[in-house]
């Protein structure tokens, strides 16, 4: 069984963001799908520095999805003790990372201009996406959706990356080119800012 870690974090001083949906929308899917019971989902909200560590070592997932708000080469951005914005800097999130490289094989940071901790992560993570610019909330998740629908039938994380892009796509969204993936399978993929 693949354990899928989702962190959320949406600080009261940030904009609100619909990270519930996002994460209703990957357990209905994850719900019908072929082979569900291969995957169990964990989900934890509000998180701050110390959750997240304390969320991959009490976990051990194969697969981490973060949601919520990016800043681009400051870091990623989750709560404080006080519910506010607190940045964890990329060169923190490539060391911690760094010490489940035996154990996560794929890492989805949706969350705007992550690409640069997706760079950092994938120094130690075979599989990792990324957003390249600022990404809405509508695209965000059917990026997702479209991600985890592919995985629940079994096709592999290219697959399912190329699955989102078209669930992005087929909603006439204009922004399946903003997820980027780092794999250790495929040539890099071109930024676009």
Same mark, same amino acid.
């Given at each position: 069984?693949?354990?899928?870690?989702?962190? &959320? *974090?949406?600080?009261?001083? #940030?904009?609100?963001?619909?990270?519930?949906?996002?994460?209703? %929308?990957? /357990?209905?899917?994850?719900?019908? *799908?072929?082979?569900? =019971?291969?995957?169990?989902?964990? #989900?934890?909200?509000?998180?701050?520095?110390?959750?997240?560590?304390?969320?991959?070592?009490?976990? /051990? +997932?194969?697969?981490?999805?973060?949601?919520?708000?990016?800043?681009?080469?400051?870091?990623?951005?989750? =709560?404080?003790?006080?519910?506010?914005?607190?940045?964890? &800097? #990329?060169? &923190?999130?490539?060391?911690?990372?760094?010490?489940? /490289?035996?154990?996560?094989?794929?890492?989805l940071?949706? $969350?705007?201009?992550?690409?640069?901790?997706? %760079? $950092?992560?994938? /120094?130690?993570?075979?599989?990792?996406?990324?957003?390249?610019?600022?990404?809405?909330?509508?695209?965000?998740i059917?990026?997702?959706?479209?991600?985890?629908?592919?995985?629940?039938?079994?096709?592999?994380? %290219?697959? $399912?990356?190329?699955?989102?892009?078209?669930?992005?796509?087929?909603?006439?969204?204009?922004?399946?080119?903003?997820?980027?993936?780092?794999?250790?399978?495929?040539?890099p993929? +071109? &930024?676009?800012?």
């Amino acid at each position: 069984m693949k354990k899928i870690l989702v962190l &959320s *974090a949406n600080p009261k001083n #940030t904009v609100k963001l619909r990270l519930d949906e996002e994460v209703r %929308e990957i /357990q209905a899917g994850l719900e019908r *799908a072929k082979i569900r =019971e291969q995957f169990e989902i964990i #989900t934890k909200w509000a998180v701050r520095p110390a959750d997240l560590r304390r969320a991959l070592l009490d976990h /051990q +997932p194969e697969i981490v999805h973060f949601s919520g708000h990016g800043e681009g080469e400051q870091g990623l951005v989750l =709560e404080d003790d006080h519910g506010q914005l607190q940045l964890v &800097s #990329t060169e &923190s999130l490539g060391r911690l990372f760094r010490l489940f /490289q035996d154990k996560i094989e794929c890492v989805l940071l949706n $969350a705007c201009y992550s690409e640069a901790q997706a %760079e $950092a992560i994938f /120094q130690h993570i075979n599989y990792v996406v990324g957003m390249n610019k600022a990404v809405g909330d509508r695209a965000a998740i059917k990026f997702a959706v479209g991600f985890y629908d592919a995985l629940g039938a079994g096709r592999t994380y %290219e697959d $399912a990356y190329e699955f989102g892009r078209i669930a992005i796509d087929l909603e006439n969204i204009p922004e399946s080119a903003t997820p980027v993936l780092k794999s250790r399978n495929l040539p890099p993929t +071109p &930024s676009v800012i």
